[in-house]
């Protein structure tokens, strides 16, 4: 019996180091399962924040593209006193300069001026943007362009190039702005170019054909 003593204490020792084990463990778990729990409303709470965020971000996008598309609606929507010249200088035109000479389209996709409205001399006035452009009467369709460097000929197809705005001066006649801030000019040496400023060879007299 003597002998089994010491087996007996180190059972006894060996049982309560486990239960003091197990008494961490289970204090342990708890504390685990707060620590998890308190994770997950964290987590929870971000959640509910990030998707408040792209609510609100999402709401401001589209309020900025609504924003944007009036901007531009407002900013491709010509005046009304714009639309009314639109619509008073369009149509089947020769373009009269103040020599009394006619804008021609050659057949080499040159223009000049001639003495007389022929064929040539016919053009479409064509509304386009809230602009006009020159269709010559050849076919296929050619149109007039105004180089930056007031060169001016015809291409055969519609670009920032072609678009003229028109001005209706007081004596009558006609003047068009191209996209480079410079004036159609109708040259008395029967060419053809643009300038800066407006004056008398600038001054062009529509009639119909």
């Not at 997950?40 to 609504?66: C, D, H, R, Y």
């Not at 060169?151 to 670009?159: E, G, M, N, P, S």
């Not at 003229?164 to 801030?181: R, V, Y």
Request: charged share 25%.
């Amino acid at each position: 019996n003597s002998k089994s003593m010491p087996l007996v204490e180190e059972i006894t020792a060996l049982r309560r180091e486990l239960a003091i084990r197990s008494a961490k463990i289970a204090e342990n778990k708890e504390e685990l399962e707060k620590a998890t729990n308190t994770f997950q409303t964290v987590i929870g709470l971000l959640n509910g924040k990030i998707q408040e965020l792209e609510a609100t971000l999402a709401g401001n996008a589209k309020s900025t593209e609504s924003n944007s598309s009036t901007e531009r609606t407002d900013a491709d929507t010509p005046s009304q006193e714009l639309t009314n010249l639109l619509a008073e200088c369009a149509g089947q035109k020769s373009l009269k300069s103040a020599h009394g000479t006619y804008l021609r389209a050659l057949d080499s996709w040159k223009v000049d001026m001639t003495g007389s409205a022929r064929a040539w001399e016919n053009w479409y006035i064509e509304i386009r943007g809230g602009k006009v452009v020159f269709r010559a009467i050849h076919s296929p369709a050619r149109y007039l362009r105004a180089h930056p460097n007031h060169h001016v000929d015809l291409t055969d197809q519609v670009q920032e190039w072609e678009k003229f705005t028109p001005k209706k001066n007081e004596d009558g006649s006609w003047s068009f702005l191209n996209d480079h801030g410079y004036f159609l000019s109708l040259n008395e040496d029967k060419s053809v170019s643009t300038v800066k400023e407006c004056q008398a060879w600038e001054h062009i007299w529509l009639e119909e054909w």
